[in-house]
């Protein structure tokens, strides 16, 4: 189902939804505004259609890079996992972060899991 927002309606925008005030929104305080623009290359896409990955995994780890943007090391591989699926990705600054690899299922190693 399709949700349209009448904007004339919403003074407050989230990923969760479109608000008249902030108290409406409880999810204020967990998910902090964000401004990335993502970037992947061929490899990505390439490695992502083989294996099937699973995309889901991108909004929690785009969530995870805005509420730790500060803290992150910056032109470093990451990894992501949500458990049924993981990217590999770097921040290269504030405003971008870009997309290495991707596969289904995660792996016995140090990594932020959601």
Known sequence: MIQTIQ????????????????M???MENII?????RV???DHFLGSAMRRQFDF?????MYIHVGNTI???????????????????????NDTTIKLITGWVGNRKKEQVVA
């Open 7 to 22: 904007m004339s309606k919403c003074k407050y925008f989230s990923l969760v939804g479109c608000f008249k005030n902030k």
């Open 24 to 26: 409406e929104n409880k």
């Open 32 to 36: 902090k505004p964000t401004r990335f």
């Open 39 to 41: 970037e992947y290359g």
């Open 56 to 60: 889901s995994v991108l909004v929690p």
């Open 70 to 92: 500060d803290t992150i090391k910056r032109n470093v591989d990451l990894e992501f996992s949500i458990g049924r699926s993981t990217v590999k990705y770097a921040v290269i």
